[in-house]
């Protein structure tokens, strides 16, 4: 292979020394693979053993395709022969391919390649670049800005930090109360290494400040797990979430004990941002996709959500359902009387107190105004819906106080029994058709519907 040459001031050739240009070439943490036109590998750098695993004196005279899966030959075919016929145009830009590595797994890479024609040689300079952490961090990503469990946005974003910060395993810790974390997510450090009440990153969430520790320094039922991982070092960073949000942290972990470097620092902020990023867009998802289901007054589910729960209990076939339709008794008088600022704060009482008259399993929504829904399971008879509704009829007996006023206000109750052959919208009708009938009874109790 010939090594590259320039001009002195005088145009006399200056030619780099076989021997230091090819050292500058192995020592070059993106490794280069020369092959001829038919694949053949005629040089590989000594780096490609940090990234693939492979001693290249193994890679000579093979061929690339033996180091690519079956499904990524013929996108590579294609990439192979447009560089042929790109030579010296800005359209022959990188692409990205698996690479098998010698642990028989796959290493994910940014493959460059010089053109025969640029380099006077009957075949193609190959660039590799590690790009696991573009990947892991797409994904993260699209995992963000999907609907994916957030456990599952952490293992991304942790798996794209591991290999931009060549760090063993990283861990999000989020959730903390001021005692423990909630959550702890990520990818390649066991959970056990990390309880939530205490260790360097419950110190780092407490002080605000970076907590770097080595694995002696972690609580006793931390270290064990650890060292069996084979990790000594643990680095971790606070990350602020907002003032309404309880701090997180970031913590990496590394086969050594040393401190991090410069670069390492500046390499954390940057993560630690993106974990701020994730926390923020996640927790505002969740509220939006609570607002989106619930009623916003009074916190229970909304009619969709309520039509949903029940189609999908008579989806799965679900026995012994009933649906019941509250009306509030002589409501409209207290908003006319006393404003819907009262209103309102009655409404939100209601909630509380109906939510506390049913059981476990029984799915309360407001479904408008001052009507509300209940979705009633383990109802075998109309005898066992009467018993139910006279517990939420029990529960609207007291007054209500509310601005210094003391308000009494009643409920009628309809109930339908599921059975085999009704719909959502059935079921619904004649909840609300003996709803009616127990307005005409006077109020105050509650009808069973009779099919």
Not at 232 to 261: M, Y
Not at 342 to 359: I, K, M
Not at 388 to 416: K, N, Q, Y
Request: aromatic share 6%; hydrophobic share 40%.
């Amino acid at each position: 292979m010939d090594t590259p040459s320039s001009s002195d001031e005088s145009g006399s050739p200056l030619r780099v020394p076989d021997w230091l240009f090819r050292s500058i070439i192995d020592a070059t943490s993106n490794p280069f693979v020369v092959v001829k036109l038919d694949g053949t590998i005629v040089y590989v750098s000594r780096s490609i053993t940090d990234l693939l695993g492979w001693k290249p004196d193994e890679m000579m005279d093979t061929n690339i395709v033996d180091y690519l899966p079956p499904d990524e030959l013929d996108r590579a075919a294609v990439a192979f022969n447009q560089v042929q016929i790109t030579t010296g145009r800005p359209e022959s830009i990188p692409m990205v391919f698996q690479v098998l590595s010698s642990d028989g797994g796959s290493t994910w890479c940014e493959i460059g390649a010089v053109p025969s024609a640029d380099l006077g040689y009957d075949g193609l300079a190959l660039r590799l670049r590690p790009w696991n952490h573009n990947h892991h961090f797409n994904q993260f990503l699209s995992a963000l800005n999907g609907s994916a469990p957030f456990s599952e946005v952490c293992e991304h974003l942790c798996r794209s930090i591991i290999p931009s910060l060549n760090v063993t395993g990283a861990l999000i810790h989020y959730g903390f109360d001021g005692y423990e974390f909630c959550w702890t997510d990520g990818a390649e450090v066991p959970k056990a290494c990390a309880p939530a009440d205490s260790g360097p990153w419950h110190r780092a969430a407490l002080t605000g400040r970076p907590v770097n520790a080595t694995i002696e320094q972690l609580p006793p039922r931390a270290r064990i797990p650890a060292e069996e991982a084979g990790l000594r070092g643990v680095w971790c960073i606070p990350v602020e979430i907002s003032p309404k949000l309880p701090p997180a942290v970031l913590s990496v972990w590394r086969t050594d004990a040393s401190e991090p470097l410069l670069g390492h620092q500046l390499g954390l902020e940057q993560q630690a941002r993106y974990v701020q990023v994730a926390i923020q867009k996640w927790t505002e998802h969740q509220r939006l996709t609570h607002l989106a289901g619930h009623d916003g007054l009074t916190g229970v589910a909304n009619r969709a959500t309520f039509r949903e729960c029940l189609a999908a209990a008579l989806a799965i076939g679900e026995a012994e359902l009933a649906v019941a339709f509250c009306d509030l008794d002589a409501f409209k008088p207290i908003n006319d009387d006393y404003g819907h600022h009262v209103g309102d704060l009655v409404l939100v009482q209601v909630a509380e107190r109906l939510r506390s008259a049913l059981r476990m399993g029984d799915d309360l929504a407001r479904i408008g105004g001052d009507e509300f829904t209940v979705l009633m399971r383990s109802v075998p008879d109309e005898e066992t819906a009467q018993h139910l509704a006279e517990r939420m009829l029990a529960a609207m007996a007291p007054p209500f106080e509310v601005d210094g006023l003391s308000l009494t206000i009643g409920l009628s109750i309809g109930i339908a029994l599921v059975a085999s052959d009704l719909t959502p919208d059935r079921l619904l009708a004649l909840a609300d058709s003996a709803l009616y009938q127990a307005k005409r009874d006077g109020g105050g109790c509650a009808c069973v519907a009779q099919r």
